[in-house]
């Protein structure tokens, strides 16, 4: 068996860079694992600002000396035992310092905002351990050492389009969840229009031989179709409305409205899936238990958030005409879908 002398085993550093990489491991599996947050700070709004520089400056400081570490182990001679412990040594504090700072961000200021700092940090911390592990079993300047230290400088330097508050933090996923949504529909409508069998070989970048019968859709799933549609227009529109409303109007004075941004937040997070859901079972060969099925539960998830909507903070009273209005459409498309199902059973397969 031959050894690879330029690896970080080689030369007295792989314990440092072992020991180091299951540290990571530990912190790692901490966050995710939801370890609560230190005690609230009553005066964090005051200090706000200087907090989120704070997190730059770490952010800058662990890239910094990640950086350092790779450089180390680019090209012989590789750094000894000392050199490697004083190095990874940095890389620890500048760790240590992101995590803590992490846990100083209180669940008050919104866990919409927090989970985003935690997906951050958990990024991070996970493209530094992917780079010592390289260093630790790789050769000196490999290809997988170059690309793991760029990823690890492309993860840092997302900082500065992380949100520093929690309306921040639910417009993006507003924005992320309505992109989606746009896309489904927007899919739906070309199969309609192109034909479902042509829209999948369309997606998959194949050909496909002539249709058959259970690749199109039959006259009683044409007709159907119309309300399926509108009930994802319906979705489209609301996230939309309430995307600009939240813009508005969206608060994080007070812990009610922080509340309430968080529950919003948690109702779009149930959208996406529940239209994925409804829209896959519009596909032919249609069964229509099913599409009655995914359409209710999309119905009754945007009754409810436009319930919730109503009664909020992100809503004034000129917004509550677009919610009734999205509230009538939804039942309107619902109860036609309802009673075309209804009245038609499944095919027989």
């Given at each position: 068996?031959?050894t690879?002398?330029a690896?970080?085993?080689?030369?007295?550093?792989?314990?440092?860079?072992?020991?180091?990489?299951?540290n990571?491991?530990?912190?790692?599996?901490?966050?995710?694992?939801?370890?609560?947050?230190?005690?609230?700070d009553?005066?964090?709004?005051?200090?706000q600002s200087e907090?989120?520089?704070?997190v730059?400056?770490?952010?800058?400081?662990l890239?910094?000396e990640?950086?350092?570490l790779?450089?180390?182990?680019s090209s012989?001679?590789?750094?000894?035992?000392?050199?490697c412990?004083?190095?990874?040594?940095?890389?620890?504090?500048?760790?240590?310092?992101?995590?803590?700072?992490?846990?100083s961000?209180?669940?008050?200021?919104?866990?919409?905002?927090r989970?985003?700092?935690?997906?951050?940090?958990?990024?991070v911390?996970?493209?530094?351990?992917?780079?010592?592990?390289?260093?630790?079993n790789?050769?000196?300047?490999?290809?997988e050492?170059l690309?793991?230290?760029?990823?690890?400088?492309?993860?840092?330097?997302?900082?500065?389009?992380l949100?520093?508050d929690?309306?921040?933090?639910?417009?993006g996923?507003?924005?992320?969840?309505?992109?989606?949504?746009?896309?489904a529909?927007?899919?739906?409508q070309?199969?309609?229009?192109?034909?479902?069998?042509?829209?999948?070989?369309e997606?998959?970048?194949?050909?496909?031989?002539?249709?058959?019968?259970e690749?199109t859709?039959?006259?009683?799933?044409?007709?159907?179709?119309?309300?399926?549609?509108?009930?994802l227009?319906?979705?489209r529109?609301?996230?939309?409305?309430?995307?600009?409303?939240?813009?508005?109007?969206?608060?994080?004075h007070?812990?009610?409205h922080?509340?309430?941004?968080?529950?919003?937040?948690?109702?779009?997070?149930?959208?996406?899936?529940a239209?994925d859901?409804?829209?896959?079972?519009?596909?032919?060969p249609?069964?229509?238990?099913?599409?009655?099925?995914n359409?209710?539960?999309?119905?009754?998830?945007?009754?409810?958030?436009?319930?919730?909507?109503?009664?909020?903070?992100?809503?004034?009273e000129?917004?509550?005409?677009?919610v009734?209005?999205?509230?009538t459409?939804?039942?309107?498309n619902?109860?036609?879908?309802?009673?075309?199902?209804?009245?038609?059973?499944?095919?027989?397969?």
């Open positions: 068996m031959t690879n002398m690896s970080g085993e080689a030369h007295g550093g792989g314990n440092v860079l072992e020991n180091f990489k299951d990571l491991d530990i912190v790692i599996t901490q966050i995710k694992d939801g370890e609560t947050e230190r005690e609230t009553d005066d964090f709004e005051a200090k907090y989120w520089t704070k730059g400056s770490v952010f800058k400081s890239s910094h990640a950086t350092k790779s450089l180390a182990f012989p001679p590789l750094p000894d035992q000392k050199t412990k004083s190095l990874v040594e940095m890389c620890e504090r500048a760790t240590l310092g992101l995590v803590s700072l992490f846990y961000l209180p669940k008050s200021q919104g866990l919409c905002l989970k985003s700092l935690k997906l951050a940090v958990l990024s911390l996970q493209d530094l351990q992917n780079l010592v592990h390289i260093l630790h790789n050769g000196a300047g490999s290809p050492q690309q793991s230290t760029g990823i690890v400088w492309q993860d840092t330097d997302r900082f500065s389009k949100p520093k929690n309306k921040e933090a639910v417009l996923l507003m924005k992320t969840a309505s992109e989606l949504v746009k896309d529909l927007s899919e739906m070309d199969a309609v229009e192109n034909g479902p069998a042509n829209d999948m070989a997606v998959f970048g194949i050909e496909m031989d002539e249709p058959s019968n690749d859709w039959t006259e009683t799933d044409k007709t159907l179709l119309g309300p399926c549609l509108g009930l227009k319906t979705t529109s609301l996230l939309k409305k309430s995307r600009e409303s939240v813009s508005k109007w969206g608060s994080c007070s812990a009610e922080v509340s309430q941004l968080d529950d919003c937040a948690d109702f779009i997070g149930r959208l996406s899936p239209v859901e409804f829209a896959a079972s519009l596909y032919p249609m069964r229509y238990s099913t599409v009655q099925e359409a209710k539960d999309l119905y009754n998830l945007q009754r409810t958030i436009l319930i919730f909507l109503q009664k909020c903070h992100m809503c004034n000129d917004d509550q005409k677009w009734e209005f999205l509230m459409a939804n039942q309107h619902w109860e036609n879908i309802k009673q075309i199902t209804d009245t038609i059973p499944d095919p027989v397969t």
